[in-house]
């Protein structure tokens, strides 16, 4: 399905929620200095190092940016958007889709393209629903909104078409296994006592899933949050994880809007 010198489509993409998702799970985090710090420190100490690493690799990636960040976090918005890489829509506050009613979730999706909009001046084409949860009208929203793809839904290893009536999304594979989360969060305000991973098993780990994807030729996607990714130790694995790929020629790294058109186009095609 992939053009002849491509096996394995590679998409480094992160979710920039800062302190977005707490809030929006319990406004009294706001009161909580050490919480807050440790997710401010995704957008605020980490996505510096992490723009740094891309562009030392030349790898663009696609980077979710809920509402509420673009607007507190304009210039660094900015400097994401002018590096060239994309920019994706990740609710507003990061509210999953499956919590509101519809009418709700058409203001969130409105108010975080305005967002968005103000910095690129370009309406977003891709969107990831936070927590990975779509609703019953998340389709329909998203395509009359002019949205080409989804990156919510784990129902392959590759790309393909989710469809409402009339309405189609191309839509981006994603997958626990390749989240940073369910291997380094430890958030014990949230009751959340994962015991913390080691990055040299999860380099390994996802060097193997890499290898396979790219054996079924495939689409490896991974997720990664700055505020989880960006500590030093981790973003290192992510540097040697990023070498390792590099070895295999049939391997390309892209952005998921990019994906997203080479499988419609290649679809189209056959």
Not at 76 to 98: N, Q, R, S
Not at 133 to 156: P, Q, R, W
Not at 174 to 180: A, C, F, S
Request: charged share 25%; proline share 7%; net charge negative.
């Amino acid at each position: 399905m992939w053009p002849k010198n491509i096996k394995c489509p590679v998409v480094i993409s992160f979710d920039v929620d800062g302190t977005s998702g707490l809030i929006n799970m319990d406004p009294k985090t706001k009161n909580l200095p050490s919480l807050m710090s440790m997710r401010e420190y995704g957008p605020s100490v980490a996505m510096p190092r992490i723009l740094d690493l891309l562009k030392k690799h030349d790898v663009l990636s696609s980077f979710y940016i809920p509402g509420f960040i673009a607007d507190t976090h304009v210039d660094l918005v900015k400097e994401i958007f002018d590096a060239g890489h994309e920019i994706g829509h990740h609710g507003y506050m990061h509210e999953p889709p499956a919590t509101l009613t519809k009418q709700e979730e058409i203001e969130v999706i409105d108010k975080g393209i305005e967002s968005i909009k103000k910095i690129t001046s370009d309406n977003p084409l891709g969107y990831r629903s936070p927590s990975w949860e779509l609703s019953n009208y998340s389709i329909d929203i998203l395509a009359n909104k002019g949205f080409m793809y989804d990156s919510s839904l784990m129902g392959d290893d590759k790309p393909y078409y989710i469809k409402s009536g009339q309405n189609k999304l191309v839509e981006i594979p994603i997958h626990w296994e390749l989240d940073d989360h369910p291997y380094f969060n430890h958030t014990p305000y949230l009751n959340q006592r994962n015991v913390i991973s080691n990055p040299l098993n999860v380099l390994e780990s996802w060097k193997a899933t890499f290898e396979a994807i790219l054996e079924y030729e495939g689409s490896f996607v991974l997720t990664l949050h700055p505020w989880i990714i960006g500590r030093p130790g981790r973003l290192k694995m992510l540097e040697n994880l990023i070498l390792h790929i590099k070895k295999f020629p049939e391997a390309k790294f892209m952005t998921s809007l990019h994906l997203a058109e080479l499988f419609d186009s290649s679809t189209i095609s056959n």
